[in-house]
């Protein structure tokens, strides 16, 4: 079965920095899908960004961009010129490129930025 | 379009009582999940259902059934509650295509007395 584990309860970064969250997984799956959702204060979930595993070139959204190294099953967040918007719960997911649709999420990652 | 809804948002039960937890989508997706989420634990897969006309167990349906009523709707039943499914429920969608993306909806608050 696939897991997915995030070791970093809460980081912290200051405003305009930049921060990494971690997240590692466990697959025999050669394809599949990796996302990060944020989730505010308002608990609703948003997509952050996401990575297709057949993919080599790293995902990049705004200020937002992954490290994907995939022999190594690692897929960090990586967040530049930190906001104080970004302050929230961070979760890494997976999910197979077929068969159950199953999601798989992470324990997440409470980020605070200080101003 | 208003994507994935729940309701209620929040609800109080007392222990042995019932209730169903409600969730609509309105973008014509196949799968539809339930989730929890715990302090510490992350969002844990309840039940799911790939497509119409099917679900299936997740990682803890102890305590809970569902019903895919039709490719919309999506219900969760708790029979006889329990302290520990005081939790915020998730109901989520997503399409088979290419990306997979997984929409959520706002969640439910319940607390069990």
């Known amino acids: 079965a696939q897991t997915v584990t995030q070791s970093q309860p809460e980081m912290s970064v200051q405003e305009a920095e930049t921060v990494t969250l971690s997240c590692t997984y466990d697959t025999s799956e050669s394809d599949y899908y990796l996302f990060w959702y944020k989730q505010p204060p308002s608990r609703q979930m948003i997509l952050v960004i996401r990575q297709e595993a057949y993919k080599q070139q790293n995902a990049t959204e705004n200020r937002f961009s992954v490290n994907f190294q995939k022999a190594a099953k690692s897929f960090s967040l990586k967040i530049s010129d930190s906001q104080l918007g970004d302050a929230a719960m961070y979760f890494c997911?997976?999910?197979?490129?077929?068969?159950?649709?199953?999601?798989?999420f992470g324990t997440g990652t409470r980020l605070k930025v200080l101003a | 379009n208003a994507g994935v809804t729940q309701t209620p948002k929040f609800q109080v039960l007392k222990t042995g009582q019932s209730m169903t937890l409600q969730c609509a989508q309105d973008?014509?997706?196949?799968?539809m999940y339930w989730y929890r989420q715990d302090p510490g634990m992350g969002l844990r897969l309840i039940y799911y259902?790939?497509?119409?006309?099917?679900?299936d167990k997740g990682e803890v349906p102890n305590g809970y059934n569902v019903s895919r009523l039709n490719k919309r709707e999506f219900s969760l039943r708790l029979e006889s509650a329990a302290p520990s499914q005081t939790s915020v429920y998730f109901c989520?969608?997503?399409?088979?295509?290419?990306?997979?993306?997984?929409?959520f909806g706002p969640g439910t608050r319940l607390t069990v007395t």
């Open positions: 259902s790939a497509s119409e006309g099917t679900t």
């Open positions: 973008m014509n997706h196949n799968s």
């Open positions: 989520a969608s997503s399409e088979w295509g290419k990306f997979g993306t997984v929409y």
């Open positions: 997911a997976y999910r197979s490129f077929s068969g159950t649709y199953k999601y798989i």
